[in-house]
């Protein structure tokens, strides 16, 4: 939270109705990861039968940037990039609602493929991190961190336009009434 600039958000009750509307919107969502049926391929070829990180299968239907992906795992992860094995870096996905037909529609994450996989949330809940937004958007803005999705917090919002939408989207979820909370 010391890491974060945005005053507005650090008001008790803004921070606290970001916070829960996270926690709700991961409690109910899925968790899933779009791809190209090539990369799929490479994955279930390797034979070794876990998900590869781009470093490893040198594809993405996003930005395929090595270096850009280390920064961003620099700031959001805090470590040395140089130390990390291509193995270990992290590999990204999306919060889906349950209509899927809806994550499909609103061609939000066509370029990243046409296949959906959806990942049992117990399986890898202790182990998933997530930004609000596209986690490539702050990897110059050294105040944000990707946050546990067992602890939501105001840290994984970037600090850009978009967190005064933020709150008041929040607001509205938790405090209007629109969602029970």
């Known amino acids: 939270m010391e890491k974060n600039r945005n005053t507005k958000i650090k008001k008790p009750e803004n921070k606290e109705a970001v916070e829960k ?4 919107l991961i409690d109910e969502g899925d968790f899933c990861m779009r791809l190209e049926e090539n990369t799929l391929k490479i994955i279930a070829d390797s ?12 594809t993405s239907g996003g930005a395929y940037n090595p270096e850009y992906r280390k920064k ?7 470590v040395d990039s140089s130390q990390v094995p291509d193995t ?23 370029g990243y493929g046409n296949i ?3 990942f049992k949330k ?13 986690s490539l958007n ?13 602890e939501p917090s105001v840290c994984a919002v970037p600090q850009d336009n978009f967190i005064d939408k933020t709150i ?6 938790v405090y209007d009434g629109l969602r029970a909370v």
């Open 47 to 58: 034979g070794d039968k876990r998900f590869k990180t781009q470093m490893e299968t040198g």
């Open 168 to 173: 008041e989207a929040c607001i509205l979820l």
């Open 122 to 134: 117990e399986s890898i809940f202790d182990r998933t991190t997530y930004t609000v937004g596209d």
């Open 116 to 118: 959906l996989v959806q």
């Open 72 to 78: 961003a795992t620099c700031t959001l992860f805090g």
């Open 21 to 24: 509307a996270l926690k709700t």
């Open 138 to 150: 702050g990897v110059d803005d050294s105040s944000l961190f990707a946050g546990k999705v067992s």
């Open 88 to 110: 270990a870096f992290e590999k990204y996905g999306f919060l889906a609602g349950k209509d899927k037909s809806i994550t499909f529609a609103d061609g939000e994450a066509d």
